[in-house]
């Protein structure tokens, strides 16, 4: 349910500044002069007169305010303040493309963004898969990244097949759409810990007192990119979504920022993103089969 290719970025007579601005509070510059204006002409091109920008309406001019909930969310939100990671970048690209001067950041939390909730925000960026109960409370754009279920587990677990997987001990979460999955097709010889939300299911993993996670393969992968010592992908499922932004239900906007999106994959920005803060070979991640 990901994307990265060169850190390069045409510059224009328009800064290309993002601002990270958490909990309505304290606002910090986006980029370290070092890596100032990352993304290539993707990141820049609408500020050269397209039209993406012109019909964008965000709820403050110059501004694209971004919900997420999870942060940090290794390889999507990393940082202090989270600058790095795929999301955070992509928001950056996507802003510059609508023609706008900078990016906010507040963090809302998932339940409450999967009701449609985004805290005033014009676009909500949470690793989020479109499903028929969501689409009720929000609006979504074609899928930035495709992902399937993927098994996160700790370094030294393995399981090559369906039959091990059911003699790991599990952790789920009860907001998560892919907690289903290990019910109906890993079917677990033992009891999943059922917890709140993906940051207490992580939480549980990392010490040990669980040994497999669900997650979605691009965030199973950040996981596993940012603490290879500890974690790593044993496999991935048949089936899934894809992670896609979000908007208010009946938003003027999903028109212009789907069409961002799409031209964002086209131009291979969001394959470098993916690259740079996924890692590489997401594709060649074992299939275990199921019985579905």
């Known amino acids: 349910m990901g994307q990265d290719r060169t850190d390069r970025t045409k510059r224009s007579g328009r800064p290309c500044g993002l601002v990270v601005h958490i909990a309505s509070r304290i606002s910090f510059p986006l980029l370290a002069a070092a890596a100032a204006c990352l993304l290539a002409a993707a990141g820049c091109a609408a500020q050269k007169g397209g039209s993406a920008g012109t019909d ?36 950056l690209a996507l802003a510059h493309h609508l023609g706008l001067e900078r990016v906010e950041v507040v963090q809302v939390p998932f339940a409450k963004i999967t009701r449609g909730d985004l805290g005033g925000a014009d676009i909500a960026m949470s690793q989020l898969t479109p499903t028929k109960e969501r689409e009720h409370d929000l609006d979504f754009t074609t899928p930035y990244m495709s992902a399937p279920p993927a098994v996160l587990a700790l370094r030294a677990v393995d399981a090559p097949d369906v039959h091990e997987l059911r003699a790991l001990r599990w952790v789920v979460s009860i907001t998560s759409t892919l907690t289903p999955i290990v019910e109906k097709r890993v079917r677990p010889d033992r009891p999943p810990d059922v917890v709140e939300d993906r940051t207490a299911a992580i939480d549980a993993l990392r010490p040990g007192s669980a040994e497999a996670l669900m997650l979605d393969l691009p965030v199973a992968a950040g996981l596993a990119h940012a603490d290879p010592a500890r974690f790593h992908v044993i496999g991935q499922l048949t089936g899934g979504e894809g992670l896609a932004v979000a908007l208010r239900d009946g938003s003027p906007n999903l028109e212009i920022v789907d069409s961002a999106i799409r031209s964002l994959q086209a131009d291979g920005t969001i394959d470098h993103l993916q690259t740079r803060w996924l890692g590489e070979g997401l594709d ?5 089969l199921t019985e579905d």
């Open 56 to 91: 964008f309406k965000p709820v403050k001019p110059g501004v694209l305010t971004v919900a997420t909930a999870f942060i940090p969310a290794p390889g999507f939100w990393q940082g202090t303040p989270p600058t790095d990671g795929f999301e955070a970048r992509l928001a």
């Open 284 to 288: 060649d991640i074992p299939l275990i």
